[in-house]
């Protein structure tokens, strides 16, 4: 009997580094999400300067290192590995036409986390955003307090108190940075007692939300304890409805808002003042959306938009940029009908066989991205990269006839928690 070769795209070439935990495909993402949060920082940042050679080298590493795991280090069936191509082909279009390269950046680092331990990636995550929120805050009080009037505040509708930046764009983005930090460590101290860390949480974020005056993340925060208390106290209890929420929470928040948007010429009387109502309450984020629904539509694979920064229609001046702030519409609109697609097939795959923790961040990254869009960028919100987790995950006897050169079955077993610990495989 002939033995079967086993096909290239099964082939092991992940190797152990001197003994060291982490194998060269787990070292490769690792190094290419270090380099992505450094890039976005250098994006934002209004203390820390880079110029155009390094953003370039920074984006080719980013994309580069990700693909690199996928092609070399992971296992496919034929028939996966097909529909992976597509999708990422599909996906990289759509985000060509929308002239922004952030979601395929976390689409592929969803895709490379095959057999890569999640809390490292969390752990990562959480080490560097606090290092760059703590040298923000450091660098802001400094200045505020040698040279203040060098300061620059922003406005909720122009007017009202003064909104502090820190340095970093604006006091929304600031906070996307603070309430994922938080989540992060959240979700590494999950199985721990809550009660000491969930207090510390809130009272950091309480101190912020005195001078950015950003109540999103307060919001955040509010779902979040209340999840993990109906979790802990439940005991298993509420399992169910958080594995249904978090499963088709996305789905029909999108489908709510692309509806909202679509009908609001079309309404009159009462129901146009519930919709404004509902616009006031998204500090005018619906408004401009319609606008650029009747002006633009949805597209498949996304467009280019071009609009003014100011706007006149339906008889009142309004901000461009707020729609762009609901993660709904902005991807929408951007990326096209395909970008919600992608993450709703997936969630609804993969949500039935997460852990708790998973699915209290999935649920926390829908309901956020009713208000921000950051929520798509891995370096604020890691979330992709749990999704990621439960794509491809290796059994112990995938990795057991990988290592050996078998080819028992190509097509990977799916096991809850995903992934395999290569310390305990060695």
């Known amino acids: ?14 190797t152990d580094i001197s003994g060291r935990r982490d194998n060269v495909g787990q070292l490769l993402v690792l190094t290419a999400f270090f380099l992505f949060c450094v890039k976005y920082i250098f994006d934002i940042s209004s203390i820390l300067r880079h110029n155009e050679l390094l953003d370039t080298v920074l984006i080719v590493l980013t994309v580069s290192l990700p693909v690199l795991k996928i092609v070399f280090f992971q296992r496919y069936s034929l028939r996966r590995l097909v529909l992976t191509a597509t999708v990422a082909l599909v996906v990289g279009i759509s ?7 952030l979601f395929l950046n976390g689409f592929l680092f969803a895709l490379a986390m095959q057999d890569v331990d999640i809390d490292k990636v969390a752990r990562l995550s959480f080490r560097v955003k606090a290092a760059l929120i703590t040298l923000h805050v450091i660098a802001y009080i400094f200045v505020y307090i040698t040279d203040p009037s060098s300061i620059r505040f922003v406005y909720r509708a122009g007017f009202g108190p003064p909104r502090h930046m820190f340095f970093m764009g604006h006091a929304n983005l600031f906070t996307s940075y603070l309430i994922w930090t938080s989540l992060d460590y959240i979700y590494l101290s999950y199985k721990k007692p809550m009660v000491i860390r969930l207090i510390a949480v809130w009272l950091v974020n309480l101190v912020f939300y005195y001078f950015t005056g950003t109540y999103t993340g307060l919001l955040i925060l509010i779902l979040t304890t209340v999840l993990i208390t109906l979790d802990k106290l439940g005991k298993g209890f509420f399992d169910k409805t958080l594995t249904i929420t978090a499963k088709y929470g996305f789905l029909f928040i999108s489908l709510m808002f692309a509806l909202l948007t679509a009908v609001y010429t079309r309404l009159d009387g009462q129901l146009r003042l519930i919709w ?10 619906m408004w401009p959306g319609a606008y650029i629904y009747e002006t633009y539509g949805f597209t498949i694979l996304g467009q280019r938009l071009r609009v003014a920064p100011v706007f006149y229609w339906q008889g009142s001046w309004r901000d461009a940029f707020l729609p762009f702030d609901n993660y709904y519409l902005g991807n929408l609109y951007h990326f096209g009908i395909i970008h919600l697609v992608v993450i709703t097939a997936a969630l609804i795959a993969v949500c039935g066989k997460m852990e708790s923790r998973d699915k209290v961040l999935i649920i926390a990254f829908s309901f956020y991205g009713i208000m921000q869009k950051e929520v798509v960028i891995v370096a604020v919100c890691f979330v992709l990269f749990i999704i990621g987790k439960y794509l491809y995950p290796l059994t112990a006897k995938d990795r057991e006839n990988w290592n050996t050169g078998k080819n028992e ?12 610990d290569p310390q305990k495989n060695t």
Not at 1 to 14: H, S
Not at 95 to 101: A, F, K, V
Not at 276 to 285: K, L, N, V
Not at 409 to 420: Q, R
Request: proline share 5%.
């Open 95 to 101: 985000c060509l036409r929308g002239g922004n390269y």
């Open 276 to 285: 404004e109502a509902i616009d006031r309450f998204m500090t005018g984020r």
């Open 1 to 14: 009997m002939v033995e079967k070769k086993t096909p290239l795209w099964a082939i092991n070439r992940g």
């Open 409 to 420: 079955n190509c097509e990977t077993t799916e096991t809850p928690g995903g992934g395999i």
